[in-house]
């Protein structure tokens, strides 16, 4: 497809029209998951060796109150999909930190 072809009103409705089956419930889910993920890679890489040097503890702070926060609104809303996922994500990233810890 050239550019003399694009229809800016096509593209918007087929946006629309994606857009619209995503949910608010999805997009809150999916940005639990990206914040549990922000910490993971920087933890492998220590665990494995890769680095020695680990995150920053302001940063690791700031991205758990956030979760915690989440946490606290998911318990009040009796939301048992990101209360599932947070737990777990504290559960997978505790264990992390007690295997670089204790390795």
Do not use: C, Y
């Not at 994606?18 to 997009?27: A, L, P």
């Not at 920053?56 to 009040?76: E, G, N, Q, S």
């Amino acid at each position: 497809m050239n550019l003399n072809q694009f229809d800016i009103e096509t593209f918007k409705q087929r946006a629309q029209e994606i857009f619209s089956k995503v949910s608010t419930e999805t997009v809150g889910w999916l940005a639990v998951v990206v914040m549990h993920a922000a910490t993971i890679p920087g933890l492998l890489a220590v665990m494995n060796g890769l680095t020695d040097v680990m995150l920053p503890v302001d940063i690791v702070l700031l991205v758990w109150t956030a979760l915690v926060l989440l946490f606290v609104k998911a318990a009040i809303q009796r939301d048992l999909l990101n209360l599932i996922t947070i737990g777990l994500g504290f559960v997978v990233q505790a264990v992390l930190m007690a295997l670089i810890f204790f390795k």
